[in-house]
Antibody, heavy 118, light 111 residues
């Protein structure tokens, strides 16, 4: 079955960088667009970025544009989110999710916690 | 101001019906972009409940239904159960923002 597993979360200082990863299995990774979504403690879900099935098209929320970069390695079934210039308000659980034909998020990982703190 | 608005909370007794609204504008729901709904339990991954305004993924009980009209959408839960206590989010696309948006979420409590 479809399995998405995030990793790479941790504690990072303000202004620092971190890369979180998402390992995909159980489906043809190269056929699906992928999302990153986050949730800060006590807050709602926030869409961050989407990448097309082949990695050629990417789109970002204004809150992370210019600081975060999404990428994928289809040979390894891996999705990445490179985060830089991190701020305290970036502290959240980061989820990867698979986008289906209507851009609904049919499968989600369990999330990885990123804490930005000195 | 959130692009999509939802009531912060709703409640109902077991067996009752609850309807959660998701109000947008002409740049998102009103522009014809489809609405999807998710259920999120604490500590778990969000779960897709409704996609494309009114379609249920396999495995989602028919107690959950979605609709859309004009610039708004709704999620109805009938035969409310204790297991339905969760946060519910709508999602769509906004052409003004050129990106995807989630509603702020609605916490459903079963009395």
């Amino acid at each position: 079955q479809v399995h998405l597993v995030e990793s790479g979360g941790g504690v990072v200082q303000p202004g620092g960088s971190l890369r979180v990863s998402c390992a995909a299995s159980g489906f043809t990774f190269t056929s699906y667009g992928m999302f990153w979504v986050r949730q800060a403690a006590g807050k709602g879900l926030e869409w961050l970025t989407v990448i097309s099935y082949d990695g050629t098209n990417k789109n970002y929320a204004d809150s992370v544009k210019g600081r975060f970069t999404v990428s994928r390695d289809n040979s390894k079934n891996m999705l990445y989110l490179q985060m830089s210039s991190l701020r305290a308000e970036d502290t959240a659980v980061y989820y990867c999710a698979r986008a289906d034909s209507k851009w609904e998020l049919s499968h989600w990982g369990q999330g990885t916690l990123v804490t930005v703190s000195s | 101001q959130p692009v999509l608005t939802q009531p912060p909370s709703m409640s109902g007794a077991p067996g009752q019906r609850v309807t959660i609204s998701c109000t947008g504008s002409r740049s998102n729901i009103g522009a014809g972009y489809e609405v999807h709904w998710y259920q999120h339990l604490p500590g778990a991954a969000p779960k897709l409940l409704i996609f494309g305004n009114n379609n249920r993924p396999s495995g989602v009980p028919d107690r959950f239904s979605g609709s859309k009209s004009g610039t708004s959408a709704s999620l109805a839960i009938t035969g409310l159960q204790a297991a339905d206590e969760a946060d519910y989010y709508c999602q769509s696309y906004d052409s003004g923002l050129n990106g995807y948006v989630f509603g702020p979420g609605t916490k459903v409590t079963v009395l």
